[in-house]
């Protein structure tokens, strides 16, 4: 019975994913894929060769060892989330939580790494306050006993 069970959860699980696939394939916007495909220059990493992931995918299956499929579905489902807030949105919620990162982190000394005019929200590099020594943890200093 469990058998039986697993195999209609397989079945509709496996529908469900051909479905969605073709509704990638109708919706996939043919500017973006004339970009990718006039690369001029090769792309340094497999993780975001976006030529080479579409080849993977496709008939050719180009690269011979486990495509970072987990970080492929991760991208996909960040991409469909921002398009689901909104860009204009989500720079804004951006915004709103970088200043709020600095009025808390700045009254106890944690300073923003970038001049002020040129932070990007989304992007809070800092530094140790002054009284925290940070070498033994960044391996410049004595091991930590």
């Not at 500017?31 to 993780?47: D, G, N, P």
């Amino acid at each position: 019975m469990l058998g039986i069970c697993a195999e209609g959860v397989l079945s509709k699980c496996s529908a469900r994913l051909r479905r969605r696939r073709e509704h990638d394939r109708r919706s996939q916007r043919p500017a973006a894929e004339q970009i990718i495909a006039a690369r001029k220059t090769k792309v340094q990493s497999w993780y975001l060769d976006m030529s080479m992931i579409r080849r993977y995918w496709g008939r050719e299956r180009l690269y011979h060892h486990t495509a970072p499929v987990n970080m492929i579905y991760g991208l996909h489902e960040a991409l469909r989330i921002v398009l689901e807030e909104g860009l204009p949105a989500r720079w804004d919620r951006h915004r709103r939580v970088h200043r709020l990162l600095r009025a808390e982190l700045e009254p106890i000394g944690i300073r923003f790494l970038a001049d002020p005019d040129h932070q990007l929200p989304m992007l809070n590099a800092v530094t140790a306050p002054d009284r925290v020594d940070e070498a033994p943890s960044t391996g410049n200093g004595p091991p930590v006993q």
